[in-house]
C-alpha cells in the first residue's frame, strides 16, 4: 500500500505543479481554461489507464489463488477418499 499512496502522491504533486503553471502562465483566460481542461483530460486518461491495469493485476493474482484453493481442496478430498478405502479395506 506505500507505494500506491505514493505514486498517487507523486500523480497529485505533478497535477497541482501543472495546473499552477498554467494559471501563471501570460495567457488569455479562454485559453487557461482549455489548457487545464486539457492537463485534466491528460491526467483523467493516464490515471484511468493505472486503475485498469492494477484492477487486471488484482483479478489475475485472486484468480491463481482461487485455483490453488481448489486444488488444494480437490487434492485433500482424494488423500480423505483414499484414508477410508484403505480403513474399509
Known amino acids: 500500500m506505500k507505494t500506491s499512496n ?4 507523486i500523480i497529485g504533486a505533478a497535477a497541482a505543479g501543472a495546473l499552477l503553471g498554467v ?3 501570460p495567457d488569455k483566460g479562454s485559453k487557461t481554461r ?13 490515471i484511468k489507464g ?13 484468480k491463481d489463488l482461487m485455483n490453488q484453493g481448489k486444488t488444494k481442496y480437490n487434492n485433500a478430498k482424494a488423500e ?4 477410508i478405502e484403505h480403513v474399509t479395506n
Do not use: H, M, P, R
Open 80 to 83: 480423505v477418499s483414499d484414508g
Open 6 to 9: 505514493t505514486i498517487l502522491g
Open 23 to 25: 494559471l501563471f502562465a
Open 50 to 62: 493505472k486503475l485498469e491495469n492494477i484492477a487486471s493485476t488484482i483479478s489475475a493474482n485472486g
Open 34 to 46: 482549455q489548457k487545464i481542461a486539457d492537463k485534466s483530460n491528460d491526467y483523467k486518461d493516464e
